[in-house]
């Protein structure tokens, strides 16, 4: 499983706290260094990749030429032999006819993420994203057009002054797109963000907790209706086509992840690379990737697949959770599986849908050494 990071943007969305330039100076030189760590540290992913995702950022800001660099690059360096899914990142305006048309001759790619957000040219300006309503759906006809057969879009629900009909609108556009994959997110005012500075200076009234509730009620109903299932709090999939990239995730599968800020991880230890442009091409170039790591104790990697696997509907599978940890897991789940809030099966701890609404206050009470909190709302 490999991550490539594209940390590039056409410019900044108000609500982005991921770790991106607004530059193009030092594109190529980043390919390079990214190419360069590829050969460096492809030893570490010694089995044959079942899946590869170039995230970002903005990696359909790349050319053609810089993205068919990189492929050949990790055709060279791994084993794609069993390769089933290849994802990229793309924005609704880089998605013209003769991009998508290049992309189709990599041979490579077979799924693209976009970010479409909204339908609303209201939303859109909120946003800051470049991209008009009208792009957004011809993005995706576009793509279908090309040959692309496994999309993914993403849309925020819960922006500032978003009705629930402006967001049934956009779920209803949906209906009409021949896309596989919907990931749904409530918009979250993170720190040191241009919304965040909206909100202080009073000029951005963020949406109250029952507006984003009752968006996220009719996304529940829209994806029983078009024939979506829910695989995770803010994942939805036609039948069988769930990303295979993130949900390995959520199973802590180890990965690799390549470029500025990028996260590795390898059953037990984390690692991430530097996140600034110039450190991280630099120490590329000298051979070591700026980077820094932490070894997960056996309480901090049980804890960890609480929180993730919590927000999936499947749940804590039993068999990931070793040994040790069970007997504690089986007596404080108790209480929620008595609440309605978990199910226990033989196999699973599932959240019930009232309990995959409040997942992170839940997998709080079920931690290891932590004492009980209230159950808080996760929908993001
Ligand atoms: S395009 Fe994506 S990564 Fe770039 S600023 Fe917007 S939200 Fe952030």
Request: proline share 6%.
């Amino acid at each position: 499983m490999l991550y490539l990071h594209i940390p590039f943007c056409h410019r900044k969305c108000t609500y982005c706290a991921f770790f991106s330039a607004v530059t193009s100076g030092s594109r190529q030189d980043y390919v390079d260094a990214l190419c360069r760590e590829a050969e460096l540290r492809c030893a570490e992913q010694p089995h044959p990749l079942r899946t590869v995702y170039f995230g970002g950022g903005t990696p359909s800001i790349l050319s053609l030429g810089q993205l068919r660099q990189i492929v050949v690059t990790i055709a060279r360096c791994f084993d794609l032999s069993q390769l089933q899914e290849a994802t990229l990142e793309a924005n609704p305006e880089d998605l013209t006819p003769e991009y998508l048309r290049g992309l189709r001759n990599l041979h490579f790619f077979n799924r693209l993420s976009i970010g479409l957000q909204s339908f609303s040219d209201d939303d859109l300006r909120l946003l800051n994203r470049r991209h008009s309503a009208a792009q957004s759906r011809q993005a995706v006809l576009a793509a279908a057009d090309a040959g692309f057969h496994n999309l993914s879009v993403d849309l925020i629900y819960g922006l500032p002054d978003q009705s629930l009909d402006r967001w049934q609108h956009n779920l209803a556009q949906l209906s009409s797109l021949p896309i596989t994959h919907l990931s749904a997110y409530a918009l979250t005012v993170e720190p040191g963000t241009m919304l965040q500075r909206q909100v202080d200076q009073h000029r951005v009234v963020p949406a109250d907790e029952d507006t984003v509730l009752s968006h996220y009620h009719a996304l529940l109903r829209w994806a029983a209706q078009a024939g979506f299932e829910q695989y995770e709090i803010s994942n939805f999939c036609r039948p069988g086509f769930p990303s295979r990239h993130n949900s390995r995730y959520w199973d802590r599968t180890p990965y690799l992840g390549l470029g500025a800020a990028a996260h590795s991880f390898d059953g037990s230890c984390r690692r991430w690379n530097v996140a600034h442009l110039q450190r991280y091409i630099l120490s590329v170039a000298h051979g070591n990737p700026d980077h820094q790591s932490e070894t997960l104790s056996p309480t901090d990697a049980f804890n960890e697949l609480l929180i993730t696997s919590l927000r999936t509907v499947q749940g804590i599978s039993k068999v990931l959770v070793p040994d040790p940890f069970l007997q504690g897991l089986t007596r404080r789940a108790a209480p929620l599986v008595a609440a309605g809030l978990l199910q226990e099966t033989p196999t699973h701890f599932r959240p019930t849908p009232a309990g995959l609404l409040q997942a992170d206050g839940i997998a709080v009470q079920l931690m290891a050494d932590s004492q009980p909190h209230p159950a808080s709302s996760s929908i993001e």
